[in-house]
């Protein structure tokens, strides 16, 4: 038996108590309800005013939040099937698996894009509005899509390929491991996830360290006028959103190498795996997704003005 069949057999027998398992259900749900009802408040701010969805910024970050609901709602979904009908057709759960699969990976290559949008904005800013317009940014998030659909999609493909006709008729633990247990298929998306977090954090570096130094170098020169005096505060704003962007794609990337981090947790607590497993799913699945709006809308001076009408029912003055 493989490490992933013996992690899913682990999954499977550990059954928690009916009082743990309505408390876990609870936790999950009342999270999922909360963050939810942030991003909803950031959505319809979003649509109801032309300022935002004109600006490239506004734009990723609203695709950032659009696909993190997707993903939590997904997640959550799948966690209260495993403890409510515990099996599932294995069609249905591919769909799933596939759609949560895409949204996951979505995520760090949004952070990505909107580093680099950051980058441009503070060391190129003369170029800046011919670069980021909105049409490259919407080529840009279908570009994102595609990477994440054609990394997963083979998975599938081989599936159908590999596995009888009977198998996509059956009940599974819906877990990427039962749907595509091609050990290939586990090996594939390993080396593929290491590429993605490799290449991502290079952006984030790269991008942070050069807008570090453009910030320091621009409040050196005393003799600059007064424009360059306003950029340089503008650069110094966003360097700070920059670190807080930093800790988000840390938590996010975690996702990538989840798998290692549950073997980890299967081999150091191997009688409590089931309560481990739970807390690596609200830290490496929810805390990241929570921390999207706080960073870039409830702190974000805009957004906030017109967000506190949606979500807390306050009219305020435009």
Not at 48 to 70: A, E, G, M, S
Not at 175 to 187: A, C, E, G, R, S
Request: some cysteine; proline content about 4%; charged content about 10%.
């Amino acid at each position: 038996m493989n490490t992933s069949s013996a992690n899913v057999t682990v999954v499977v027998q550990s059954r928690d108590s009916l009082t743990k398992a309505v408390t876990k259900n609870v936790i999950v749900v009342l999270l999922g309800i909360f963050i939810n009802y942030i991003n909803g408040g950031l959505i319809q701010t979003f649509c109801k005013h032309q300022i935002f969805y004109i600006n490239p910024r506004y734009i990723l970050f609203i695709h950032l939040v659009v696909n993190d609901t997707i993903q939590l709602t997904l997640t959550i979904i799948l966690f209260v099937i495993s403890y409510v009908l515990h099996k599932i057709n294995v069609s249905i759960c591919c769909i799933f698996i596939l759609i949560a699969i895409f949204t996951t990976a979505n995520t760090p290559l949004n952070l990505a894009c909107m580093a680099v949008e950051c980058f441009i904005a503070i060391c190129l800013p003369l170029r800046h509005p011919h670069i980021c317009t909105v049409k490259r940014t919407l080529m840009l998030i279908g570009l994102i899509w595609a990477t994440s659909v054609l990394s997963a999609l083979p998975d599938l493909f081989f599936t159908l390929a590999t596995e009888p006709q009977d198998f996509f008729h059956s009940r599974v633990f819906c877990v990427p491991q039962t749907v595509f247990p091609n050990p290939l298929i586990i090996k594939k998306r390993d080396i593929l996830y290491s590429v993605f977090l490799v290449l991502v954090w290079v952006t984030i570096f790269y991008t942070y360290f050069r807008i570090l130094f453009t910030a320091k170098t621009a409040s050196k020169d005393v003799t600059k006028a007064r424009n360059t005096i306003i950029l340089h505060g503008f650069q110094l704003l966003l360097c700070m959103v920059t670190i807080l962007h930093g800790f988000q794609l840390l938590l996010c990337m975690v996702t990538y190498v989840a798998p290692q981090i549950k073997q980890a947790v299967l081999q150091a607590f191997p009688k409590n795996y089931s309560d481990s497993l739970f807390a690596c799913y609200i830290i490496i699945q929810v805390l990241p997704r929570s921390i999207s709006p706080i960073i870039y809308g409830i702190r974000d001076k805009t957004f906030r003005r017109y967000l506190k009408r949606y979500v807390l029912w306050k009219i305020t003055p435009q």
